[in-house]
């Protein structure tokens, strides 16, 4: 019972400590990762580099969908964060870019690149066979 205590308390306070790191604008990172050329190479893939493009439900470079938005918007709450993304911000660049990131340090602590690149086209519970194509297109562009 002593252990279970002792781990639940360590537990909250990593939270804690996570908590008013990323409310002091000092987000946790796992490291320094450089997610910009895969980013770049998303955007190439996506939109040809398009701010404007508009295919169904998903917008901008990076062809980011309302679900997306919404999904970065939770993440931005349970991190007590006041900031919120809008719709409309698929269209910006930079903007698009900070909704990947968050969604990488989220989902993605690990930095795995090949996740990041298969999560972006198939979502949190993507198959291989259903993400090749894609993966394969972003990853001929990264080398």
């Known amino acids: 019972m002593e252990r279970i205590f002792k781990r639940v308390v360590i537990l909250l306070l990593v939270c804690l400590a996570n908590t008013y790191a990323f409310a002091n604008g000092k987000e946790a990172k796992s490291s320094n990762f450089d997610w910009n050329p895969v980013m770049d190479a998303i955007i190439q893939v996506e939109s040809e580099g398009n701010p404007n493009a508009v295919s169904g439900k998903s917008c901008g470079a990076m062809q980011i969908t309302p679900i997306l938005v919404a999904e970065c918007n939770n ?39 090949e996740q990041a690149i298969r999560s972006w086209n198939g979502g949190m519970r993507y198959s291989v066979k259903g993400t090749q194509r894609y993966f394969n297109k972003v990853m001929k562009l990264l080398k």
């Open 75 to 113: 993440i931005l709450k349970k991190r007590n964060s006041k900031k919120r993304y809008k719709l409309s911000d698929r269209f910006n660049v930079a903007k698009s870019k900070e909704m990947f990131l968050l969604f990488q340090s989220y989902y993605n602590p690990k930095n795995s690149v």
